[in-house]
């Protein structure tokens, strides 16, 4: 079984998941020479993608950087397979995103303004959008308020109707919705490591083994597409110390602003 936390609504998780799981399904079974079956677990949360993974209730999970860090210090067997590619790097970008025909055109203009974060365990919703804004000059007591709404699509859909002056989203998931018609645009960009798939504690060795494998040879045009991204590539947990920073750093957006 494998899981995913609801980063978008569960319908487009699993339109972005199964065709990668179903490549999988068939290069696993011609591999281990056997029927193989990935059941596709949505979970309502990012708690929830990391307990399900750490109890050993999945057998593989797709985790942001964020949730992987904090799934790694409650379970240190778990095992990173791969992570995902972005282009020919393990690298992906966040999004500040303001309305399209708003007054907001520099990180600057924030001050005294909303502002709509994901879900807290976000990587890019919360946490390194949150560093980059502290880096940027901004902190929780520039803003008017701001708030956390649990997914990057709901943070999309709150600025474009103007719930929200500005909010901090994943990029693959701003520039889908920009193309289907929300009228957002880009403010500023924040980069860190791509999401990480991860077996969990106790995984048959050969499976994990095969998993990795499979996982780092896709190649599949469809089913790449439908994730938004490019492939997959051998990762340690070290490539992850700047998420680690990153979480440790996460009290300087809440610093009191200069006077």
Known sequence: MFGVYASDKPSAMVEQMRPTLDVLERTLAGTLHDTVKIELKVLRDYDTGIAVLTSGDVDFARLGAVSYVEAKAEAPGIELLASELNGDAPYFHGVICVRRDGPIHAIEDLRGKTFAFGAEQSTMGRYVAQLFLAQSGITAGDLKSFEYLGRHDRVATAVASGQFDAGALE?????????????????????????????????????????????????????????????????????????????KENSRFFQKPRS
């Open 171 to 247: 990029e693959t998931i701003f520039t889908k919705l920009v193309n289907e018609g929300l009228a957002l645009r880009p403010l500023a960009s924040y980069r860190d490591l791509t999401k990480a798939w991860v077996a969990r504690v106790g995984l048959n060795p050969q499976i994990t083994a095969k998993l990795r494998d499979a996982l780092i040879a896709m190649r599949n045009p469809a089913a790449l597409q439908a994730l938004r991204f490019d492939g997959f590539t051998a990762t340690t947990d070290a490539d992850y110390d700047p998420t680690r920073a990153a979480i």
